[in-house]
């Protein structure tokens, strides 16, 4: 059982394996996914109020205001389930902004993983994402083509996923990175990993991590 309650962060450049490696976290640890991206991309979809304002940002490759977010993401916070089970942030904090609005909450986290990937090979892999509307899984043509053409006919390509608007996505990440990192660089809570290599791999470590963060701080409360 997950009574360890694992509280995690995962960061890093778009495309860079958060989803995927998140898919695996809340597979072997129980805990809650909190995707500020899936939670737009679905307000947009449902074109809420949060969703209409979001929209144009999201499809320009820009942030959405720290206002909308942290509201959004501080709403999500107050829900039983992330109490009960744990939680992962994923794509959140994004500003220095974001992060103090954390603290405020007294959200903290047992570990912190950030993977780091090249550029070039990002911009790779944004180019191949696909998704299955039906089941929301992640594809890459290339790296992890869909299992029948079936899945390929309906798969489909995120607005933002193109080579033009990546940069933009990259070039708002690296703004606001060194604050983020600097934020979570206090003792052995952050760990870099390289995320350039199989997805199994870079679980595994993941899994690690989790594991030993959750034991050291409540040593009776190890994750079985
Ligand atoms: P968000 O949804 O968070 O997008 P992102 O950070 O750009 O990250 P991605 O979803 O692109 O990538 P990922 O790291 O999850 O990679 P994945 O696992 O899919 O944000 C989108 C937008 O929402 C933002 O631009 C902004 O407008 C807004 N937003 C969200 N949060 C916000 C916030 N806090 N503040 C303000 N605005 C916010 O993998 C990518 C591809 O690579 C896939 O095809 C996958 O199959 C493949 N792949 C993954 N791992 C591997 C591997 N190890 N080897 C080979 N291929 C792999």
């Known amino acids: 059982g997950s009574s360890g309650n694992p509280r995690i962060l995962i960061s890093g450049a778009p ?21 500020t991206g899936d939670m737009l991309r679905s307000a947009v979809k449902n074109k809420t109020e949060l969703g209409l304002k979001a929209k144009e940002f999201m499809d320009a490759g820009k942030l959405v205001t720290d206002e909308l977010v942290i509201s959004m993401l501080k709403e999500r916070l107050s829900q039983p389930d992330v109490a009960r089970n744990g939680y992962l ?17 007294g959200v ?12 070039e090979v990002l911009v790779e892999r944004v180019i191949g994402r696909r998704s299955d509307p039906e089941t929301g899984k992640v594809y890459h043509m290339k790296f992890s083509p869909p299992e029948s053409e079936e899945i390929a006919e309906r798969l489909v390509q ?41 997805k199994n791999e870079v679980f595994s470590d993941i899994s690690k991590i989790v594991r030993a963060s959750v034991s050291k701080r409540n040593p009776l409360n190890t994750i079985i």
């Open 15 to 35: 495309a860079s394996g958060k989803g995927t490696q998140c898919e695996l976290i809340v597979e072997e640890f129980g805990v809650v996914h909190i995707s």
């Open 89 to 105: 942030l994923d794509g959140f904090p994004r500003t220095s902004a974001q992060a103090d609005a954390l603290d405020e909450a």
């Open 108 to 119: 903290g986290f047992d570990a912190v993983v950030k993977l780091e990937v090249p550029d």
């Open 158 to 198: 995120r607005s933002d996923d193109t080579e033009e608007k990546v940069k933009v996505r990259l070039n708002a990440f690296y703004e606001h990175a060194a604050a983020i990192d600097k934020k979570y660089s206090d003792g052995s809570l952050m760990t870099v990993l390289n995320g350039n290599r199989d």
